[in-house]
């Protein structure tokens, strides 16, 4: 099995910044693709922000050049660097990674989540 630890999220002012990163352990050969999500109130989860392991990057429309995803391949870890936040950033952000294991099957595993909210 895989685990996935988040943390970095809190409270943060209306353009502030914030920095999340998600380290994963377990059965792990390779991460194909490692990212975030978030999940605001009442709304479904949606991707924020994924890199896969060549360095490509997909990020959505509403984030674009304000955060950056990066990873440490060997470390098995992911960030988010937030910056300029705004209210509508409030969220619950998970961590998801497309993990093959030593027997060469590929699962999606998820963290249990951690809280960002900005307000003034």
């Known amino acids: 099995q895989v685990q996935l630890v988040e943390s970095g999220g809190g409270l943060v002012q209306p353009g502030g910044s914030l920095r999340l990163s998600c380290v994963a352990s377990?059965?792990?050969?390779?991460?194909?693709?490692m990212g975030w999500y978030r999940q605001g109130p009442g709304k479904q989860r949606d991707l924020v922000a994924a890199m896969a392991k060549d360095g490509s990057t997909n990020y959505a429309d509403s984030v674009k050049g304000r955060f950056t995803v990066s990873r440490d391949i060997a470390q098995n870890t992911v960030y988010l660097q937030m910056n300029g936040l705004k209210v509508e950033d409030t969220a619950v952000y998970h961590c998801?990674?497309?993990?093959?294991?030593?027997?060469?099957?590929?699962?999606?595993?998820w963290g249990p989540g951690t809280q960002v909210t900005v307000s003034s």
């Open positions: 998801n990674a497309d993990v093959e294991n030593t027997l060469g099957s590929v699962e999606g595993f």
């Open positions: 377990g059965n792990i050969f390779m991460i194909h693709v």
